[in-house]
């Protein structure tokens, strides 16, 4: 028999029902973690494409606040409210119910004084998040030891962190020089000791994303940190040449806004030479 490790909250309509979720993901995230494959990570933010990941074979599906400058156009991912992603968390794991979804810990619920971590974490749960990512601050060590205390899975975030931008000069690559790399391997220990069970590396030298890779039992997910990491995560507007900025890092693996382009085009004109709708598509 199973244990219950996580429980879902899905409102269908007005209709709330509760979903007992047995140990699936939880195990599932473990073999994933010890496996000897390269883990792929990808974020996600709404229902449909949600649902084409879920038939991909991506391994994990992040709700990135990310979402702050892709979906919504924001520079500043502090922007982006807990209530925000929440609903968009409930949207992924609707659409990607066979997936391991991680949920970002967003500022205003996290860092903020105001803020609840552990309120905010076990809302993310109940939305549908098997697991949720906090970035590195001042104070993450203590959130993260309550939120472990409490069996929540918790990933962790070093590197560059846009939650704490201004404290580290913009956007800069990390671990430039050895008190650079020192601090962050310091971080990457101790965020380890406190239980969480995976760590994204963020724009940092490759030989200091290799030297903190070696010294972890944990596996370290890269994001613009080189080749040497245990998995690799993008932004999935970036890889399928949604968004429209591009950093050194990533790589397109679609153009679709070409391909949303001609599509639009297609559709236009089919509209201006009355060709669209036709008799079958009418009714
Ligand atoms: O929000 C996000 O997309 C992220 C990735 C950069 C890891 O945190």
Redesign the pocket.
Known sequence: MEVVVSQKVINEGNVPFLMIVMGKNRRKIRQIMAGKKKISMV?CYDYSFASCLNKSDVDII?V????ANVCLGLSD?KEVSTSEMLNHTLAVAKGAPDKIIVA?MPYAGCQKKTSRPQETAKKFIEAGADAV?V?WFRGCKKVIKNLINNDILVMG?IGLT?QTIHLLGGHKVQGKNKGSVDRLAKQAKQLQELGVFSI?L?CMQQDAAKEITDILEIPTIG?GAGKYCDGQ?L?LYDLLGLYPGKMKFVRRFSDLSVQIKDAVNSFNQEVKKETFPLEEESF
């Open positions: 974020t992040l990135g606040d990310s979402m991912t970002d990512k970035e975030h846009p994204v963020e994001i995560v932004v």
